[in-house]
């Protein structure tokens, strides 16, 4: 795996894994500095962050302001960009949407990282469903922040 100067996690609507996931890697200290971005694949217009998974991430001591929904466009996929799905169904509609998609910088977390299960949607669950999506998002999180302190670096 090549160093990054951009990271897009990516789900369907953009507000509620993906922006979690960013901000749990923020929260990770990395030895390179990285734009951590969250984008949605469908996203019709721009929503605010999921009421519940806020209430998850606020009681975690992260508050995410102002954070609004936005589609993953073409232009995100550089060669130093990795782009991170939350399940293969998600990887496999960003391979067939964009025609400038780098294959290999594709990834689903769970997979990258080497965790069995994908990362459940607990879209229209209860605030018990977002946290244990949290807290599965947290341990895959942080084992995405040792790899990528891991790699060489591309200076």
């Known amino acids: 795996m090549d160093t990054y100067k951009k990271i897009i996690f990516a789900d369907n609507a953009g507000n509620s894994r993906a922006p979690m996931a960013a901000e749990l890697l923020k929260e990770c200290t990395l030895k390179s ?6 984008r ?3 996203v019709l217009f721009p929503e605010p ?4 998974a806020e209430a998850v991430l606020i009681s975690n001591g992260i508050t995410l302001e102002n954070y609004m929904s936005s589609q993953l466009e073409e232009e995100d996929f550089a060669k130093d960009t990795l782009v991170i799905v939350m399940g293969i169904t998600d990887k496999q509609k960003i391979l067939d949407m ?3 998609v780098i294959p290999e910088n594709v990834h689903v977390l769970t997979e ?7 990362i459940m949607d607990p879209y229209g669950g209860t605030l018990q ?3 244990i999506c949290y807290e599965t998002l947290s341990k895959s999180v942080k084992k995405l922040a040792v790899i990528l302190n891991n790699l060489p670096d591309g200076n």
Do not use: R, T
């Open 40 to 42: 949605g694949i469908v």
């Open 129 to 131: 469903a977002y946290g």
């Open 33 to 38: 500095p990285i734009d951590i971005q969250a």
């Open 49 to 52: 962050l999921n009421q519940k």
């Open 98 to 100: 964009f025609e400038n």
């Open 112 to 118: 990258l990282v080497g965790d069995e299960l994908e």
